[in-house]
């Protein structure tokens, strides 16, 4: 199971980027898909996190700004980010906990994308 995302970038405080994830390979069935950031010298923290189902979670600090979707016909997830902090500044990683055509459940990460915010 590959994970790649796209569309970081440099975007100005108040600004908005919207990111994707795409997942391909031998998948069966991906559960639950997630967005994570690491700033540095921080720890990597979940961001928001989204079921096959569509239910849905944020940390405290997005909710009302960032809003994750996906695409379950083309494994594929979004976060779009409005309102744009410099504390978002973050490499930012799309996790897929996936079940593979053999029937092997695990998390696979993305190389991540860096989203800088600053003026």
């Known amino acids: 199971v590959q994970v790649v995302e796209s569309g970081g970038g440099l975007v100005q405080p108040g600004g908005s980027l919207r990111l994707s994830c795409a997942a391909s390979?031998?998948?069966?069935?991906?559960?639950?898909m997630g967005w994570y950031r690491q700033a540095p010298g921080k720890q990597r923290e979940l961001v928001a996190a989204?079921?096959?189902?569509?239910?849905?979670n944020y940390a405290d600090s997005v909710k009302g700004r960032f809003t994750i979707s996906r695409d379950n016909a083309k494994n594929m997830a979004y976060l779009q980010m409005n309102s744009l902090k410099p504390e978002d500044t973050a490499v930012y990683s799309c996790?897929?906990?996936?079940?593979?055509?053999?029937?092997?459940?695990?998390?696979?990460w993305g190389q991540g994308t860096q989203v800088t915010v600053s003026s």
């Open positions: 989204i079921t096959s189902g569509g239910s849905t």
């Open positions: 996790n897929a906990d996936s079940t593979t055509i053999w029937g092997i459940r695990g998390d696979y």
């Open positions: 390979g031998s998948i069966a069935i991906i559960h639950t």
